[in-house]
């Protein structure tokens, strides 16, 4: 797969399974012009379609390239909580915000472009997830939902039965691993926001600071990930900690932000988070 990844997309490191597969793409290796370019994964953003189209079947030949055909399901993020699972058959373009597998041969995809992109994993290698985590779908559960599926898998894959069994239904054995998204020092927000984390729990108010004047926020929405996956018992956290290598706004050579060039040019780009089952 290295030959046929670029350089600087995102390969997680955490100790996942050996068949456990993951990317998350960036601005490089595709055919889109400007201000798209190069590798945009939107197709409603405004760019031509056939560039589109070709990103996304190099896409899928990067997935593919360690041997068995791989599908990376195209879903409409929504800023909702459902998840849905991928099957071999499964059609392209569902509104939601986070699937889950246990098939070989597709791979659970997200877009974002400022939010947060999450992938999960069992250690047993047996289910895979991914989640999109702008900040209303971050508040409104969507990572809790998708946790849900792992919920009766146990160390050798195997649902269980849920009475006598509540290490099956604690999250313990989960890996998560998060993924670029807008910086703790870019993203302003209203205090509407700050409320509605605090409304569940209040120690989320210790990541916003005042900014500004009007009551304006900075939030670290990857902090506030993190939070909630330990607050279901989630501690195997990889990835995104918050730092200026990861923030979509910071790093405009690398990623695509949608606050950042959207009022610069009208939308902007899309980039791919990935997690597949290998043989």
């Keep these: 797969m290295a030959q046929a990844v670029p350089h600087d997309w995102l390969r997680p490191d955490w100790p996942a399974p050996a068949q456990v597969r993951a990317l ?4 490089s290796g595709g055919v889109s012009a400007p201000p798209f370019d190069s590798f945009n994964l939107g197709r409603y953003v405004g760019d031509a379609p056939s560039a589109v189209q070709s990103n996304w079947a190099m ?4 997935l593919s390239s360690g041997g068995r055909p791989v599908r990376p399901v195209y879903l409409r993020q929504v800023h909702g909580t459902a998840v849905l699972p991928l099957h071999a058959d499964t059609p392209e373009g569902a509104g939601v915000d986070a699937c889950t597998t246990q098939a070989r041969g597709i791979a659970c995809t997200v877009m974002a472009a400022d939010c947060l992109p999450v992938l999960f994993t069992n250690r047993a290698g ?5 989640a999109h985590a702008g900040w209303r779908g971050l508040a409104a559960g969507v990572l809790e939902q998708t946790l849900r599926c792992f919920a009766n898998e146990t160390q050798d894959g195997k649902a269980q039965p ?7 239904k604690s999250p313990g054995e989960v890996l998560a691993w998060l993924g670029p998204c807008i910086g703790p020092l870019a ?8 409320d ?17 004047s009007g009551g304006k926020l900075l939030a670290d929405l990857a902090a506030l990930a993190r939070q909630r996956l330990r607050a279901r018992g989630v501690t195997a956290l990889y990835g995104n900690d918050g730092s200026p290598a990861w923030c979509t706004v910071g790093n405009p050579l690398r990623f695509f932000s949608h606050r ?4 610069l040019f009208g939308s902007s780009g899309r980039m791919a988070a990935c997690i597949w089952l290998a043989d």
Excluded at 59 to 62: A, F
Excluded at 162 to 168: K, S
Excluded at 187 to 194: I, N, Q
């Design 162 to 168: 849920a009475i006598n069994n509540e290490a099956a």
């Design 126 to 130: 047996t289910r895979v997830a991914a």
């Design 196 to 212: 509605a984390f605090c409304a569940q729990d209040p120690q989320s108010a210790r990541h916003f600071t005042p900014h500004g």
């Design 187 to 194: 993203f302003e927000v209203g205090p509407e926001v700050r």
């Design 24 to 27: 998350c793409t960036t601005r």
């Design 260 to 263: 950042r060039d959207t009022p």
């Design 59 to 62: 896409l899928q030949r990067s």
